[in-house]
């Protein structure tokens, strides 16, 4: 059973970077594609950034251009970096990984970050 956990969230202030990690339990080889995704309060569920089938990355439109996400198979562990970051950043932030063989999804518990000085 593959399990993603995310650590790193907290409080932190605008104009500041943000890093995550999620550790994969199991073997991570089996997740052929990662991704972070994030809610607001009150808000859907939305893309920060993935990467695809094709290994290229996807990015949300609202985080485009501040993200780096990178993943770490030695360590079975999947980071993101935001920069810059704003108010409206703040939510819940969610590490998921596809499984290569059959497609099944695996979400993390979210981490929660609140931008705020």
């Known amino acids: 059973q593959?399990?993603?956990?995310?650590?790193?969230?907290?409080?932190?202030?605008?104009?500041?970077?943000?890093?995550?990690?999620?550790v994969v339990s199991g073997s991570m080889f089996d997740l052929g594609r990662m991704g972070w995704y994030r809610q607001a309060p009150g808000k859907q569920r939305e893309l920060v950034a993935a990467t695809t089938n094709l290994g290229r990355t996807v990015y949300?439109?609202?985080?485009?251009?501040?993200?780096?996400?990178?993943?770490?198979?030695?360590?079975?562990?999947?980071?993101?970096?935001?920069?810059?970051?704003?108010?409206?950043?703040?939510?819940?932030?969610y590490c998921r990984g596809i499984a290569g063989c059959n497609g099944a999804k695996y979400w993390g518990q979210g981490t929660q970050v609140t931008v705020s000085s």
């Open 2 to 22: 593959v399990q993603l956990v995310e650590s790193g969230g907290g409080l932190v202030q605008p104009g500041g970077s943000l890093n995550l990690s999620c």
């Open 60 to 93: 949300g439109d609202s985080t485009k251009g501040r993200v780096t996400i990178a993943r770490e198979n030695a360590k079975n562990t999947f980071y993101l970096r935001l920069n810059n970051l704003k108010p409206e950043d703040t939510g819940f932030y």
